[in-house]
């Protein structure tokens, strides 16, 4: 198993651009979710899914959509980049239930 | 979720077990203790999690008091690669409820 795959690594955007960060997992896993960790802090909850279809917003979801068309993906989408949403962004996946969430590798967003 | 205490940081010697703290006075009854870890630039990874017995796995052991207002981690013989923040979170076994990471505790394995 590959576990949870995060793309790309690393992007820089200029303000206003949108993007979208991908999300995979193969571990078929109906929770996933979306973090974003600022320097020196900890992690915080943008968008959480707890299944296909089915998505929610987390404690910052400003700025950011997420949809859920199958059990293995979950993109992310910066509608306008602004750059205070520069940060590392984390996807997370479980199963339900089960809280030991296991986490991708983090994309790196840099908004100049 | 009921909230954590800390210690910003802590050393430990190579070999050495490494004990970290965290208060949770306000734990519910039906609330977890979970630890995590972060090494550096890395997504965080699970460690280890318990409601109100010890707990043993491959990497920690979770001591949890009767009370349950707080626990400790226990890394019995620490490396260098166990360098990390550690995040102790509190929380009910729900899918679909949030991991509240604070800030941890920043422990560093020293040769």
């Known amino acids: 198993n590959a576990g949870v795959t995060q793309t790309p690594k690393f992007q820089v955007l200029k303000t206003g651009q949108s993007m979208t960060l991908q999300c995979a997992q193969d571990?078929?896993?109906?929770?996933m979710s979306w973090y974003r960790q600022d320097p020196g802090m900890g992690l915080r909850l943008i968008h959480y899914?707890?299944?296909?279809?089915?998505?929610d917003q987390g404690e910052v979801p400003n700025g950011y959509n997420v949809s859920r068309s199958t059990t293995e993906d979950f993109p992310l989408r910066l509608l306008s980049a602004a750059p205070s949403q520069t940060s590392v962004y984390f996807c997370?996946?479980?199963?339900?239930?089960?809280?030991?969430?296991?986490f991708g590798p983090g994309t790196r967003l840099l908004v100049l | 979720d009921a909230k954590t205490t800390q210690p910003t940081s802590m050393d430990c010697a190579e070999g050495r077990a490494a004990n970290l703290p965290c208060n949770h006075s306000?734990?519910?009854?039906?609330?977890?203790v979970y630890w995590y870890r972060q090494i550096h630039s890395q997504g965080p990874q699970y460690i280890i999690h318990?409601?109100?017995n010890n707990e043993t796995n491959e990497m920690a052991s979770l001591i949890i008091t009767e009370d349950r207002k707080s626990s400790t981690l226990i890394l019995p013989h620490a490396t260098l690669r166990d360098t990390a923040v550690y995040y102790c979170?509190?929380?009910?076994?729900?899918?679909?409820?949030?991991?509240?990471f604070g800030k941890g505790t920043t422990l560093s394995v020293s040769s």
């Open positions: 997370a996946s479980s199963y339900p239930g089960v809280e030991t969430q296991y």
């Open positions: 571990m078929n896993h109906e929770y």
């Open positions: 899914s707890v299944g296909a279809g089915i998505t």
């Open positions: 306000t734990i519910s009854g039906n609330e977890y």
């Open positions: 318990g409601l109100k």
């Open positions: 979170i509190v929380r009910v076994n729900q899918a679909g409820t949030a991991l509240i």
